[in-house]
């Protein structure tokens, strides 16, 4: 098997390891699950929760090397607005969502080796951000 699509395959299950423990992070700060990995059209939102009258849509970036910057700087503008139109389309396929307050955050995972750390952007973009 290529060296590179072995990579690409370790990239993709540290991904989804860091998915669930920041999904077990946000549910331990009080926030219910409600959708992980939902896709539409060329876009994906990492997790969907709720928290009273608020949807949170979250991304998940997981950084192995600092050098390389934090995780939430390579949420490009491109990509928000992929996440922007699922979201958009997760609101309209969940009508009992429509008189709650939305929020787009980005969790930057780093592991030791033992434990994720992350670091929460809360309100981290808006649809239409520049």
């Known amino acids: 098997r290529p060296l590179l699509k072995q990579k690409a395959e370790q990239t993709s299950i540290a991904g989804q390891q860091a998915e669930q423990a920041?999904?077990?992070f946000l549910q331990?700060?009080?926030?219910t699950?409600?959708?992980q990995n939902y896709r539409f059209k060329g876009g994906e939102i990492d997790l969907i929760l709720r928290n009273n009258k608020q949807i949170l849509f979250a991304e998940v970036r997981m950084r192995n090397n600092p050098h390389?910057?934090?995780g939430a700087e390579s949420v490009t503008y491109a990509k928000q607005q992929r996440i922007s139109?699922?979201?958009l389309h997760y609101l309209q396929q969940h009508p009992q969502f429509d008189a709650y307050d939305l929020r787009f955050d980005v969790l930057s995972a780093t592991y030791d080796g033992q434990q994720y750390q992350f670091?929460?952007?809360k309100?981290?973009?808006w649809p239409g951000d520049n």
Do not use: C, K, M, V
């Open 33 to 35: 699950l409600l959708n």
């Open 28 to 31: 331990q700060q009080g926030y």
């Open 68 to 70: 390389y910057g934090d």
């Open 85 to 87: 139109r699922t979201a």
């Open 22 to 24: 920041a999904s077990l």
């Open 123 to 125: 309100e981290a973009f």
């Open 119 to 121: 670091n929460w952007f």
